[in-house]
Each structure stands twice: as structure tokens, then as C-alpha cells.
């Protein structure tokens, strides 16, 4: 593959062959193969639709290398997006976040938000926390984003309640509401790091109401550790 990728050219053969080892189940393998096919400029006339055919495979790791070659030589299509909302449940979690990074960059077009804002309510744990983590790097402070990631604040799992307040204090358009919900979290969420990750977003989202000061000084009084040095750092953010 490398002696290929030099001599920038390839016969219709060993064309076949990569397309092949796009649907490895070794990552080195599936990764050189699509690095080689984008590599191929003069043959892009018949590696494009040779990817995409590879789109509508049955196996999903030929899905994947075929989305990965794609990626590296443009724009994902929108036929991409099934894949890539499936991807974000998956096992391994380098594929999560390699599919979470192609599906910021499609993000201006048509659907893709709407569909990311679906998978964060019924996706699957790993797929709503990706999802909301999208929703952070797609930068849309819109009242839908909001909403969306707010209904993930009362999720079963910390994962996803994590990501949802990482969303939140980059994207929150009504800060007042969810100013009170990040309140709420500090001394109500069971779990240690999300309570930890809300006070840390008081600060980044800089309102520095009476209200949160209060919040933030109690929590700096608290015996939680990680708690407290997380308080006392947005205390200093807001500059109080």
C-alpha cells in the first residue's frame, strides 16, 4: 500500500484489493488502505464511486473505511450521516470520536443538526453522550440545542450529564434557565464529577449573579474536595 501510495497510481486490480481491506477488522490495515485510496488523485474518478458503493456494504467495517478515505479527500455526503449517528455508539472509542469530528465538519449541511439533536434524546448512552458533545462543537447557541442538551441533565447515565453540561456552557442561549439548572446540579447530582463539571461551567458562562456567587461560595465551603477548588476557580474567573 505504501509503494502505491509513492507511485501515485494504481491498477484496476490492486484497486480492488484496497476497496477490500477497507473492511478489515485490523485497524492498520483498514486505515493504510484508505489513506492510500484518497491518495490517488488520478484515480478519483473511479475511487469515488468505488467509496461510496462501499457506503451500502454489509459490513461495518467496510462502512467505516470507506467513510474514512472520504473524509480524508472531501466533504463527507449526506449519505454518510446513518453511518456516522451509528458510529457514535460504538465500542471502541476511537471510532466514537473519529465519527463525532466527521459529523462536526458536516455540520452546515442540510439535517445533520436536527438528526444529532434526535440521536442526543433516543440514542443509545454512548450515542447520546457523543451527541451532545456535537452539539458543544457545533457552537449553535439556539433555543433547539438548548433544549436538547437540557433534557440530557436528568439522564440516567453521568456520562451523558457530563457532556451535557460541557454542552451547555458553550452553547446556552437562555443563560438565566440554565444558569439555575447547573445550580441545581452542584448540590443535587449524585454523582461527584458532574457536580464538579457544573461548577466549573458557572464560570465559563460568566454570569456572575448573586445567585451563583452564593451557589459557588457555598460549594467552596463543602467537603468535597474536587468540588470545592472547582467553586473556588470560577469564584476567581468571575473575579469575585
Same mark, same amino acid.
Given at each position: +500500500? ?70 480524508? +479527500? ?16 460504538? !465500542? ?13 465538519? +458536516? ?19 454512548? !450515542?447520546?453522550? +457523543? ?12 433555543? $433547539? ?10 439522564? $440516567? ?84
Amino acid at each position: +500500500m505504501q509503494a502505491i501510495a509513492r507511485r501515485g497510481r494504481a491498477t484496476s486490480v490492486e484497486l480492488a484489493v484496497l476497496a477490500d481491506w477497507l473492511g478489515s477488522e485490523c485497524k492498520v490495515i483498514q486505515r493504510c488502505a484508505a489513506r492510500t485510496l484518497a491518495a490517488l488523485d488520478r484515480h478519483r474518478s473511479v475511487v469515488h464511486p468505488l467509496l461510496l458503493q462501499r457506503l451500502r456494504d454489509k459490513s461495518v467495517h467496510a462502512q467505516w473505511g470507506a467513510l474514512y478515505a472520504l473524509a480524508l +479527500m472531501e466533504r463527507l455526503p449526506v449519505d454518510a450521516l446513518p453511518i456516522l449517528l451509528r458510529a457514535l455508539g460504538s !465500542q471502541d472509542g476511537d471510532v466514537r470520536w473519529a465519527a463525532a469530528h466527521m459529523l462536526v465538519r +458536516m455540520m452546515g449541511q442540510p439535517g445533520v443538526a436536527n438528526a444529532v439533536r434526535a440521536v442526543a434524546g433516543t440514542g443509545g448512552a454512548a !450515542q447520546r453522550k +457523543m451527541a451532545a458533545y456535537c452539539l458543544r462543537d457545533f457552537g449553535l447557541s439556539t433555543s $433547539e440545542t438548548e433544549s436538547a442538551l437540557l433534557g440530557r441533565l436528568m439522564d $440516567e447515565h453521568p456520562d451523558v450529564r457530563l457532556a451535557a453540561v460541557a454542552g451547555l456552557s458553550r452553547v446556552a442561549c437562555d443563560r438565566v434557565r440554565v444558569t439555575r439548572e447547573l445550580i441545581s446540579l452542584i448540590f443535587k447530582d449524585p454523582h461527584q464529577g458532574v457536580r464538579r463539571a457544573a461548577a466549573v461551567a458557572l464560570g465559563r458562562l460568566g454570569n456572575g449573579s448573586p445567585d451563583v456567587i452564593s451557589a459557588l461560595r457555598r460549594a467552596a465551603r463543602g467537603a468535597d474536595i474536587s468540588l470545592r477548588r472547582a467553586a473556588e476557580r470560577s469564584l476567581l474567573v468571575l473575579r469575585v
